[in-house]
T-cell receptor
Framework: RKEVEQDPGPFNVPEGATVAFNCTYS??????FFWYRQDCRKEPKLLMS???SGNEDGRFTAQLNRASQYISLLIRDSKLSDSATYLC???????????FGTGTRLKVLA | GAVVSQHPSRVICKSGTSVKIECRSL??????MFWYRQFPKQSLMLMAT?????????EQGVEKDKFLINHASLTLSTLTVTSAHPEDSSFYIC???????????FGPGTRLTVT
């Protein structure tokens, strides 16, 4: 079983739609969680950190469920520019390593 | 976010030659730098973690004699792919972190093609 698992997609949604991605992790010692965005042939860029109480940044909302060991990302009012691969990243601070999911591909259609 | 640069952005080399990739943190001191490799349609795979002034820690399956890492200062780490082979062709990405922040900032990546 992979340490971090994501549905690879692609998720094809129309502009303006709301879309949600889930990610599960296997290491209960994981302490920090992030969503990164990666465009084709580019480096990952930090989208948002995920906090225990959940957090929101504009159209993006991230949630963490430690009991079930999953994190989620909700995108409201999708834009064409949201088309990218979204990477779930989990960090075990003691080991100081980032573990990446394989990414979920999103295509927002006009 | 913090700025991390990588050089070169793209390199083509012949089989058997060595290639050096530089990673620089431009606006903060990176106590730790990470080197990743990404094959097409796959996720980033951590190759090694490098702390300034000490030897790099390599992930299982990554040959330390083939992928030489040097982290001589708080702003510079280098990865040298020695005796490159076509199967080493990949997208190599570095990231830099300050331990206090726990966030990693990625360089733009280097696309290596070995012919």
């Amino acid at each position: 079983r992979k340490e971090v698992e994501q549905d690879p997609g692609p998720f094809n949604v129309p502009e303006g739609a709301t879309v949600a991605f889930n990610c599960t992790y296997s290491n209960s010692a994981s302490q920090s969680f992030f969503w990164y965005r990666q465009d084709c042939r580019k480096e990952p860029k930090l989208l948002m950190s995920v906090y225990s109480s959940g957090n929101e940044d504009g159209r993006f909302t991230a949630q963490l469920n430690r009991a079930s060991q999953y994190i989620s990302l909700l995108i409201r009012d999708s834009k064409l520019s949201d088309s990218a691969t979204y990477l779930c990243v989990v960090n075990n601070r003691a080991a100081y390593k980032y573990i990446f999911g394989t990414g979920t591909r999103l295509k927002v259609l006009a | 976010g913090a700025v991390v640069s990588q050089h070169p952005s793209r390199v083509i080399c012949k089989s058997g030659t060595s290639v050096k990739i530089e990673c620089r943190s431009l606006d903060f001191q990176a106590t730790t730098m990470f080197w990743y490799r990404q094959f097409p349609k796959q996720s980033l795979m951590l190759m090694a973690t490098s702390n300034e002034g000490s030897k790099a820690t390599y992930e299982q399956g990554v040959e330390k004699d083939k992928f030489l890492i040097n982290h001589a200062s708080l702003t510079l780490s280098t990865l040298t792919v020695t005796s490159a082979h076509p199967e080493d062709s990949s997208f190599y990405i570095c990231s830099a972190s300050n331990r206090d922040r726990y966030e990693q900032y990625f360089g733009p990546g280097t696309r290596l093609t070995v012919t």
